[in-house]
């Protein structure tokens, strides 16, 4: 189960690690299963882990006052999955993370990723990256969220994430784009017969 985040590791950050250096990311780092629906970290709950997703989907949600769901994350095969601001603040999370597929994890009390990080350059450089490429990442759903319309932020998905129109129901993608469900379906609808 290791090898994923061995080869995850050595792939976004160089030169590969050392044996000794992967016994210490293999010790830090338990394997866990989560069954459909089962949570990863609850809404209220201090975020005390990190995981690395080896098999299975996830989502990351808020709830309002009304019971709606607001999808923020959606992860897959070899994403991380976290509350960083819970994690990095010691604060109560506002989000839900649970599974939703059978999913393999990976996963690591918050305080042994920063010892890796502190102990091992090359792990810190890989989540220096990570970090990188979540900010920009988030940049870019924010301004897509508040520049372009519905159909438009559906093609910008479809074409950055199309494994994740296979995983995850209509519902929970119109969530993580900030539509009605009936919007994402006419906007599924125009897309076919372009």
């Known amino acids: 189960m290791h090898e994923n985040l061995l ?23 338990l394997p866990k ?9 609850q809404e209220g709950d201090v975020c005390k882990y990190v995981g690395f997703i080896v098999k299975g989907a996830m989502r990351q949600y808020s709830v309002d006052d009304k019971g709606t769901e607001h999808v923020v994350n959606l992860f897959l095969e070899n994403w991380w999955i976290s509350d960083r601001e819970s994690a990095a603040t010691l604060t109560p999370s506002k989000y839900n993370i649970d599974a939703w597929e059978d999913t393999e994890l990976l996963v690591a009390k918050v305080a042994d990723m920063v010892n890796l990080i502190e102990k091992i350059p090359l792990f810190g450089q890989m989540t220096r990256l990570m970090d990188q490429r979540s900010f920009i990442a988030s940049q870019r759903r924010l301004n897509s969220t508040l520049s372009n319309t519905a159909e438009k932020r559906y093609e910008e998905f479809v074409e950055n994430h199309p494994k994740f129109i296979q995983r ?4 929970i993608i119109a969530s993580y784009l900030g539509i009605t469900k009936d919007t994402l ?4 609808k125009q897309a076919i017969k372009k």
């Open 33 to 41: 299963k989560y069954r459909k629906k089962q949570y990863f970290l």
């Open 7 to 29: 080869l995850y590791i050595n792939k976004n950050a160089s030169p590969p690690l050392t044996s000794d250096e992967e016994a210490l990311v293999v010790a830090a780092f």
């Open 185 to 188: 379906s006419r906007v599924r």
């Open 168 to 171: 995850f129901p209509q519902h």
